[in-house]
């Protein structure tokens, strides 16, 4: 963790932001009352999971001068609403799909282990002055958590269509982590 007396006042507004929307995210989704549905517990985490995305590139767009990472920010506005809006109107139909007790234990075991290294890893993302490379090292494991809940789904029976969402998720996010790995790369070794 980095002494805040060494940050700029640019990151210290960028940081007191971003602990304020992984706060509210990991609330929202740990609190969310379980089911006995698998894919309708997998929405009622996914979109405050969703809504932190959005709010974290929003926070970026105040301080950022880089064009790609704009254009990544925005792009991670525009495709998580679209899967939101997309996971609230089937909510209702796929909190029909049932899951057994057991499968419902599997599943949640692993989801609870995938959030925990996920908070973890964007709780202690390394500070700096580089506001860019900050938002992607916590961008990065925001992304990585979404794909292994979304993997993690696809191996139990869930509603069909849920599939192509969870799909969704899986190829934009990889494809998302990769940019942003490669974008880092190119900011830090500047």
Do not use: W
């Amino acid at each position: 963790m980095t002494n805040t007396c060494q940050l700029s006042n640019n990151t210290i507004d960028y940081v007191k932001r971003y602990r304020c929307i992984l706060d509210t995210m990991i609330e929202n989704m740990t609190s969310v009352c379980l089911t006995d549905s698998i894919s309708a517990n997998f929405i009622k985490q996914m979109i405050p999971h969703h809504r932190a995305a959005i709010e974290m590139s929003e926070n970026l767009l105040r301080f950022t001068t880089c064009i790609p990472l704009q254009n990544i920010a925005q792009n991670i506005i525009c495709s998580q609403k679209e899967s939101i809006c997309s996971m609230e109107a089937i909510c209702s139909e796929c909190s029909r799909r049932r899951n057994t007790p057991r499968a419902l234990n599997y599943y949640q075991r692993s989801n609870e282990c995938i959030l925990r290294n996920m908070f973890r890893e964007m709780h202690t993302a390394c500070t700096d002055n580089c506001i860019d490379a900050n938002f992607m090292r916590e961008m990065i494991p925001h992304h990585r958590g979404a794909v292994l809940m979304s993997q993690n789904a696809l191996k139990f029976g869930i509603c069909p269509e849920l599939k192509p969402i969870l799909e969704s998720i899986i190829d934009s996010q990889e494809k998302g982590v990769q940019e942003m790995q490669q974008l880092l790369g190119e900011i830090t070794q500047k």
